[in-house]
């Protein structure tokens, strides 16, 4: 992290402040609707029907609580996901920040006027690093979106109960099962 964040990242949470959620709000991807969808989800969940209890008794016991399990989790997933991206930018912005460090001396002016490039030697692992870390953290940040959007898909095919498996569902096969719905030709396929 830069010191920039690691400055902003190391104040002390508010006085009184909820745990729950706080490290999403510090870093600035709060989603507070869709924490208030996964609280009444999971308030949904019944012991006794053993899943989503108004489900019951359809899509049988063991396959409520897988479904009802996975729902859970995707619609989480969406935070986790962001958390994790944001993380990762940061990283990611930090490596970049070393990396361009590193070449901050490699252009020069020379007496004549003319401009002369020389790009310092890698010398040691530590050297090659800075560019191998913001590489992994920039893919960090596209996987973790990507697993964001799948989540997102998945769970509004499990909140709207839409004909299609949610143990598979991601955005795409949420926006294709949205899209055949009779009446749902005004959705545009690029609304997702």
Known sequence: MTDADI???SREYAAGEPRERRLARALQIDVPAWRELGDEIVTDLDERALGIGWWAPHPGTS???LVGDHLVTC????ETNL???RLHLMEATDFWERESNFHACAV???DDGRIEVRLPDRRRPLDDVALAMSTLHAVG???AVAGALDCFGASVVGV??????LLRADLDSARRALARIVGATAVSAHAF
């Open 141 to 143: 940040v596209v996987r």
């Open 75 to 78: 619609v989480r997933g969406v």
């Open 7 to 9: 400055a902003r990242l």
């Open 160 to 165: 709207a109960a839409i004909r299609t498996s």
């Open 83 to 85: 958390i994790e991206g």
């Open 108 to 110: 020069s002016l020379k």
């Open 63 to 65: 396959r409520r609580i």
